[in-house]
């Protein structure tokens, strides 16, 4: 019985990104006590790479000078569907088709596992941990290399009837516009994020003829960060990028305010880095662009997760079920 | 005791309209046993519109050859809060201001009683009475002189954080577009609508040079139902008509199912009498408007209420609850 008094309980957050995975035991105040990670793309074998997680998971686990409980285990991971279980061919993975994550898990650890994709986690840790405790209507936009949303709404994470709500970084809003990834044209995220930046500073390039510190950068060295420091230091093109990127956030929001009429929107990622250049133009032009009633009433903020915050939105999924 | 065998358990449900009140007493079948009806623009006071109704009501019952037992109150209304009970600065109606009408009519009849506005009913409607039984995300397009939208997500209506979500009729899809009676310009019910049906008319009849028996009809005589019947009978303006303003419809759905992803997405009211010559086109902007992973899983349906549906939807806030 006195070992039982120096158990920890903990959740498992594992966040599945492109590149890296990250998992870490979450406790139930939101600290992280212990992580790790893995990069994604080593094995093409999905067995082998939740072999070699696992392994990490255990030795990791092994290392704390005292004993922890895993409650549960709570997966972020690109098309994820809540509902089944799997990854559904995820553009960004190597394991294509249908992968039975949750499955495949369980034989490893046999306690509750919960997926879903990076967005959602990302608004179940703004409810959780974050700035949206008492919040039961909010929107959490992740803002990275494409554009995630994560939608809360009567007092849970939206899934939809198949799972997969939520991807505002998919709604068309320029009729034959920039080409998408998704095979479409026009996609709010190719305007709106990391990517979407780099493309709008070379569109501005193109259009205007006064000097800019971006114009010495190739395309492929430009980063949305580069972008956010000339802007700061006074560069014109610069500038005009954020407040176009951030016009085009602020309009499509006061759009998806209409359907779901959140009580704030929580900005997220790396773009968010950027700070007022880009809050203030999308506070700006939501409000410019609201129905009246809506008008006033709806706050644009930066998450309240700060460090390994996409871990902490995946152990939130499990901590949300206790 | 013999008496209670006799009582019949109803809800009252009233449907409040710009231009009549209607109510109807709903068994727990969704049967109309008894209704009336009232005009609600004929009182200033919102206190004299209250009298005659519940005037109206309790003679209706009076009439009916066995005893009733109202079990709640459920009313739909323009700009109705779920959450406050009020109804908020309705453009249509003559009462202005804030509206306590829930407080008002539990001063007449002390029961449980529930308001929304319409489009919100007509959801509840399908999930108790109609086609969306088994249904848990799904939402209903209204369409009469506006636009309205009633979104069902996570088994429940969305009524956002303020009561006011479900707006799709005033998304911005065109920018500088066509006036509308908020204020801005280029919302969605400006071209979707009765109303926009016209507006697209006399649009197309500027375009074109060739015949239509619509260049004889005065704006103000013109309604969506001549339009439909003209299309039926092979008007080239007519049935552009019909086809730009599908379109415009699927398109935008094609957005809104990118934030909630239903299962189904109902079309309801008087313009849905246009049958396939409406449906179709939506149903295929639709689904070439579709990011992949909702390709082929999206139903658009007429509704399933039939008569009275309206007033039925009304009655199904009060049946949900019980």
């Known amino acids: 019985m006195i070992k039982n008094i120096r158990m920890k309980e903990v959740a498992l957050g594992i966040d599945i990104g492109g590149t890296n995975t990250v998992f870490g035991f979450i406790d139930k105040e939101g600290i992280c006590i212990a992580e790790g990670t893995l990069p994604t793309q080593k094995h093409a074998d999905v067995n082998d790479y939740i072999d070699e997680l696992f392994g990490l998971i255990h030795s990791v686990k092994?290392?704390?000078?005292?004993?922890?409980?895993?409650?549960?285990?709570?997966?972020?991971?690109?098309?994820?569907?809540?509902?089944?279980?799997?990854?559904?061919?995820?553009?960004n993975l190597r394991w294509k088709g249908s992968i039975p994550l949750v499955d495949l898990i369980k034989q490893r650890l046999d306690v509750p596992v919960y997926i879903t994709n990076d967005a959602n986690a990302a608004a179940m840790g703004e409810k959780v941990f974050g700035s949206a405790r008492d919040m039961n209507h909010f929107m959490v936009i992740t803002l990275g290399t494409g554009l995630g949303s994560g939608i809360f709404a009567n007092g849970d994470v939206l899934h939809g009837h198949d799972g997969f709500?939520?991807?505002?970084?998919?709604?068309?809003?320029?009729?034959?516009?920039?080409?998408?990834?998704?095979g479409r044209k026009g996609c709010l995220e190719t305007y709106v994020s990391a990517t979407g930046v780099k493309r709008s500073v070379y569109k501005l390039l193109a259009r205007h003829n006064g000097d800019s510190e971006l114009r010495d950068v190739p395309f492929n060295q430009l980063t949305a960060k580069m972008v956010?420091?000339?802007?700061?230091?006074?560069?014109?093109?610069?500038?005009?990028?954020?407040?176009y990127t951030a016009t085009i956030l602020g309009e499509v929001l006061a759009n998806v305010v209409a359907v779901t009429s959140p009580e704030a929107i929580f900005l997220f990622g790396g773009l968010t880095k950027a700070g007022d250049i880009l809050f203030e133009p999308v506070r700006e032009t939501l409000e410019k662009n609201l129905l009246s009633i809506y008008k006033n009433k709806i706050r644009v903020l930066p998450s309240g997760l700060s460090d390994n915050a996409a871990v902490l939105g995946c152990a939130a999924l499990v901590w949300n079920k206790m």
């Open 165 to 182: 709500a939520g991807e505002v970084g998919h709604m068309i809003v320029r009729k034959s516009g920039r080409e998408c990834g998704c």
């Open 228 to 243: 956010a420091e000339a802007a700061n230091r006074g560069d014109s093109v610069a500038k005009e990028t954020f407040t």
């Open 62 to 91: 092994h290392d704390l000078p005292y004993e922890i409980e895993i409650k549960g285990i709570g997966i972020g991971a690109p098309n994820a569907s809540y509902y089944t279980g799997t990854i559904e061919d995820a553009a």
